[in-house]
């Protein structure tokens, strides 16, 4: 009893580190794109984000999947004490990751000309260039990233994360500034090499990143050895067996990943052919793929980073109890990590769906164009957060297959309302606004339908959706209403903006409260929560 206590404990513990730097991280990244995108505008958005696409779907081949499959292998020979198996594991994904990251770098950095030219955004070349290295960097990254996941060690992944985003925010927005004036005379702007600057600083920041995490293992590494030196296990695992069984755990995640990624080139491609044979230029085309990229993606994607965290530092936790056997712990992880998930997704996507052009002007005042989008298409942060979910918990049990056929369906149906809805003149770059969420719609069912089936547990519809959605639509009119009143009393869309976004945050959390929304288990999960529930109980407001 007391060491399921002590599991508990550390589940909520390390969620919390994780989700801190996650929040911290999505915070400092949106931070930078605000100077970055008024320095570049919504053309070099479109620029930067056609480079940055083709670099994640290639950093995913050759890495992404790999942290939660090396944490998943980990944390289960941890649970029955392989120390050896579990290192193994460690030194079979270094290899792995390494040629990988190291194959997909050179391809990159060789036939970038090419792929730009593909992805028809030509400019986007330099972008390309500066990234190439950077997928060798992060997949190196990625295998210690996953050892400490797996040993529900997250201090060196968020601390690695939030050096990494911050030499990132420095180094895209002074090389952004930098790389403009190059090659032009003085008063203009040389866009593309502005957009490259701000992805070189991407590099920069990754290698500040994989250098926190090594030394981070090698102040650790005494300690593994005498672990591992002592440890009696009934066989010991070979690199190869490890190698292929990591790729063999891997590649259902890298595949249901990409397939996401995929649908971002090809949206990318997509938006500017389809808007320039309905009578948009090319740069037309390039500007409002940058509002779609740099401004409705950046912003929605915001919130649900919170929700990511929580699932990826759940995965090992979750992992761990289904190979123990602990299945009332995996629905209790289950349960709380989707209600923590909705409670903070939910109101974010009312808050920036009647929010989205004030949002837009105060954020962006040399290029306040988009916030129609953020309205129209707020509602995929919901199903997007719902899907990050049910994906990692899927992973955590062992049912890594399914997300991708989620994931593959959500592709279909964004490329089928992308024709169908984009070369509509009135709704343009809506159009892929609209498919976006009907891709998030797909495949969010699908996960949460499937986990409901294979785990048997009924969700906890009232406390997990209804009630977060009535605490929102109360904090959303609060929000509209007191945004108009302000502004009329004093006419500024940045103080006006302010005031009522922390107004309604204030009034959402009383909802929830009066309504028991939000339950102590709920706040322990968040950061600062124990501190949260100190006062609330010091008030008699739980």
């Not at 090659?183 to 991407?202: C, D, E, F, H, L």
């Not at 389809?274 to 085309?285: D, K, Q, R, V, Y």
């Not at 009312?350 to 509602?379: E, K, N, Q, R, Y």
């Not at 009522?500 to 204030?506: D, H, Q, R, Y």
């Amino acid at each position: 009893m007391a060491e399921r206590t002590k599991r508990k404990g550390s589940f909520v513990k390390q969620a919390a580190i994780l989700a801190t730097a996650g929040i911290l991280v999505r915070f400092l990244g949106f931070v930078y794109r605000v100077p970055l995108t008024n320095m570049i505008g919504d053309q070099g958005n479109g620029i930067y984000s056609a480079g940055y696409y083709i670099y994640t779907f290639l950093l995913i081949l050759s890495s992404a999947g790999l942290p939660a499959a090396i944490s998943k292998m980990v944390s289960e020979r941890i649970a029955v004490k392989q120390y050896r198996n579990a290192h193994r594991v460690f030194q079979g994904a270094l290899i792995v990751s390494g040629s990988l990251g190291l194959l997909f770098a050179v391809l990159l950095g060789v036939f970038g000309q090419q792929v730009a030219n593909w992805a028809n955004a030509p400019e986007s070349y330099y972008c390309i260039l500066t990234l190439s290295p950077t997928i060798f960097i992060v997949a190196v990254m990625s295998a210690y990233r996953g050892y400490f996941q797996g040993m529900n060690t997250m201090v060196p992944t968020a601390i690695s994360q939030i050096v990494e985003q911050v030499f990132n925010a420095f180094f895209s927005v002074y090389l952004a500034y930098v790389f403009l004036s190059f090659g032009v005379s003085a008063g203009q702007k040389n866009i593309p090499m502005g957009a490259a600057g701000g992805t070189a600083g991407t590099g920069i920041g990754a290698l500040a990143g994989l250098l926190v995490v090594m030394f981070s293992y090698f102040l650790i590494r005494p300690t593994i050895v005498k672990k591992v030196r002592r440890c009696h296990q009934p066989f010991e695992e070979s690199y190869a067996d490890t190698s292929k069984q990591l790729l063999k755990t891997a590649w259902p995640i890298i595949a249901g990943t990409a397939v996401f990624s995929i649908t971002n080139l090809i949206d990318m491609n997509m938006v500017t052919r389809i808007l320039e044979t309905t009578g948009f230029s090319h740069s037309e085309a390039m500007d409002l793929y940058g509002q779609l990229s740099g401004k409705y993606v950046t912003l929605t994607t915001l919130p649900v980073s919170i929700s990511t965290a929580l699932a990826t530092a759940a995965l090992p936790s979750i992992a761990a109890s289904a190979k123990l056997k602990e299945f009332k712990q995996v629905r209790r992880k289950m349960n709380l990590t989707f209600r923590i998930s909705m409670i903070i997704s939910v109101p974010a996507a009312v808050g920036i769906g009647v929010l989205g052009g004030p949002i837009i002007h105060m954020l962006f005042p040399m290029a306040s164009d988009g916030g129609v989008l953020l309205t129209v298409g707020s509602i995929s942060i919901l199903f997007l957060a719902l899907c990050q979910t049910a994906t990692g918990i899927l992973q955590g049990i062992g049912h890594i297959k399914v997300p991708v056929v989620g994931a593959i369906l959500g592709a279909i149906t964004k490329i089928i309302l992308n024709y169908l809805l984009i070369g509509i003149p009135e709704l343009n770059v809506l159009g892929a606004v609209l498919s976006t969420t009907g891709c998030y719609l797909v495949a969010a069912v699908f996960d949460v339908i499937m986990l409901s089936r294979i785990t048997n547990v009924k969700f906890d519809m009232m406390g997990t959706l209804l009630k977060p959605i009535a605490g929102a639509i109360v904090m959303g009119v609060a929000a509209l209403a007191s945004y108009h009143v302000i502004n009329m009393v004093y006419p500024s869309n940045t103080i006006a903006t302010l005031v009522s976004i922390v107004f309604a945050m204030g009034i959402y959390g009383m909802v929830m409260l009066l309504i028991g929304g939000i339950t102590e288990e709920d706040l322990n999960s968040l950061p600062m929560g124990k501190k949260m529930v100190l006062i609330l109980k010091k008030f008699r407001m739980l």
